[in-house]
């Protein structure tokens, strides 16, 4: 009887101890939760805080765009973002393309401090902490491009005759690094810069019998093009090295025709190519005699390589936004004009001579000596422009009115298509509207994009400056709220606000539509 029970007894405590189905023991190992799957869109990775890291570790080569959803930049640069894509996926290449909301993502855009949109980064090898700004075309091949560059060799390895000929001929502008030592800092300084020059080909070589094929006795950079003299040399200074600076002068001046003409394709170029003094050739295409100008054009160039620009804009295409910031119309072609792209200077022609290669020449030199006075553009000033309450100023009437001692004017300069100017509009118009029949206040609007002014360069739009009455041409910047109620203050305390505390409204101003806009928040890229 004891032994019976003993066994039920033993039985109980094996039952109440033992395994009940699988489940383990406190403190014993889990499974772990599946790692988040990254969501695709058009061949775009979304990415967000929770899975930057997971695709860093995954893609060894990882370009991100920060977006915002309302940013325009951001919406045109979407198709290519995902046609660059596909050509890299179609390639097979380890390169992926990314993109952060950045507005709903703020750790992510603080992390990596994103202030405008869109912001893309390049990440290699996972590396979380040494990222590379993005610097490249906003178009799909040139996309791609730059990052083949960055994931491979950015200029191809030449063995023989063969190859390099066939380099040469394939594309316009082709530049050929000759080394005879490819271990040597100078090749690294050559590679550096073939990553970025995306709109050449590269070659590079140490072979000897390529070095006597070209004529080369030292190591050498040679761009060879198909057109104007066909190459240009760089010799590598022997003390001093390659400098990168220097050589990408040498290959934006020399890649550029001595002529170029201006249309969408050349005009990156055109203002990349870092040469300040550019002389423009206004001609009709479609006519003969105009087309005859070309060559004695042409003939004048040479000697102004690197220092003047020669442009040929034709005025039968569609280059009116040229002809109207040069004040030029068509029915004016054959002409000429001459810019100073840095002071924004313009200086034309005294005298409506014929235009041959002497008369380009003679007008070069007497602009680069200090010969010529620059022009100004002005609208013509209209038979009403004091009509309305808001006075319209040209650059003809803008000295009489914003400087007459009698009145305190307040200009808004603006530009047609800026659409801050479109916005504070009917508070200017009120402001006019109250203050009309004030004898000794003046409110005008002037057009900056037509009309230039000796005083001063207005660089962002819409510029608001008040001149009060009284001698020694005093000017007041406007830089607070837009609307009638600051405005109105700001005329009755003699061109000052009262001191007070900004308010919400005033702290949240719109900036001005200039590319020098800087914030705290991340803002759309200009």
Same mark, same amino acid.
């Given at each position: ?17 033992? +395994? ?39 893609? +060894?080569?990882?370009?991100? $765009? ?5 940013? /325009? ?28 909301? =950045? ?17 893309? %980064? ?18 799909? %091949? ?9 994931? /491979? ?26 080394? !005879?030592?490819? !271990?040597?800092?100078?090749?690294? *300084? ?57 050589? @990408? ?57 690197? !220092? ?7 005025? /039968?295409?569609?280059? @009116? ?31 409506? =001579?014929?235009?041959?290669?002497? @008369? ?31 006075? *319209? ?6 000295? !009489? ?32 509207? %109250? ?44 830089? @607070? ?7 109105? %203050? ?13 308010? $919400? ?22």
């Amino acid at each position: 009887m004891d032994s019976q029970l003993l066994l039920v007894l033993l039985l109980l405590l094996l039952g109440v101890s033992g +395994p009940r189905g699988q489940e383990p023991e406190p403190g014993g190992p889990s499974e772990e939760p599946p790692e988040e799957e990254i969501p695709e869109e058009d061949g775009i990775l979304v990415l967000n805080q929770h899975t930057l890291g997971l695709a860093l570790r995954e893609h +060894p080569a990882l370009l991100v $765009e920060f977006y915002a959803p309302w940013c /325009g930049h951001c919406k045109a640069l979407a198709p290519e973002y995902s046609k660059a894509a596909a050509l890299l996926a179609a390639e097979s290449a380890q390169t992926r393309l990314a993109k952060v909301d =950045g507005p709903a993502e703020p750790e992510l855009t603080k992390e990596f401090a994103v202030t405008e949109y869109p912001t893309l %980064k390049f990440f290699r090898d996972g590396n979380r902490t040494h990222s590379e700004e993005y610097t490249g075309p906003r178009e799909a %091949k040139g996309i791609a491009e730059w990052l083949r560059r960055r994931v /491979g060799s950015s200029a191809t390895r030449l063995e023989d005759e063969a190859s390099t000929q066939a380099l040469i001929d394939a594309q316009d502008v082709v530049v050929v690094g000759f080394f !005879q030592d490819l !271990q040597d800092e100078d090749v690294a *300084t050559f590679l550096a810069l073939a990553q970025d020059a995306l709109d050449m080909t590269f070659g590079l070589t140490d072979r000897p019998q390529l070095f006597q094929k070209f004529g080369l006795t030292k190591d050498t950079v040679v761009l060879f093009k198909k057109f104007d003299e066909g190459r240009a040399d760089f010799p590598v200074d022997e003390e001093l090295g390659l400098d990168q600076g220097d050589l @990408s002068y040498f290959l934006l001046t020399h890649s550029l025709r001595l002529v170029t003409e201006y249309n969408s394709e050349t005009s990156p170029k055109i203002f990349a190519a870092k040469i300040l003094n550019h002389l423009l050739l206004f001609i009709n295409q479609t006519l003969a005699p105009h087309r005859e100008l070309l060559a004695g054009f042409g003939e004048a160039a040479p000697p102004f390589r690197g !220092q003047v620009l020669f442009v040929v804009v034709d005025v /039968g295409a569609d280059n @009116s936004h040229v002809l109207q910031y040069f004040g030029v119309k068509a029915e004016e072609a054959p002409t000429l004009r001459f810019i100073n792209m840095e002071t924004t200077k313009k200086y034309t022609p005294a005298d409506g =001579g014929p235009l041959t290669a002497a @008369s380009v020449t003679a007008f070069c030199d007497a602009v680069l000596g200090g010969k010529v006075k620059p022009y100004l553009l002005s609208q013509e000033v209209p038979p009403d422009w004091d009509q309305r309450p808001v006075k *319209t100023l040209v650059g003809k009437n803008f000295e !009489q009115v914003a400087f007459d001692e009698t009145k305190n004017v307040f200009i808004k300069f603006y530009a047609p298509w800026c659409t801050h100017c479109k916005e504070m509009a009917p508070a200017w118009e009120e402001l006019a509207e %109250k203050y009309k029949d004030h004898e000794d206040i003046v409110i005008a609007e002037l057009d900056a994009t037509a009309n230039e002014l000796e005083a001063f360069t207005v660089h962002g739009f819409p510029t608001l400056k008040y001149f009060p009455a009284g001698p020694g041409r005093k000017v007041i910047e406007y830089n @607070s709220a837009r609307d009638l109620e600051t405005f109105s %203050k700001f005329l009755d305390n003699g061109g000052e606000l009262p001191a007070e505390e900004p308010t $919400e409204e005033e702290s949240l101003a719109p900036s001005l539509e200039t590319p020098a806009n800087s914030s705290s928040e991340p803002r759309e890229e200009l």
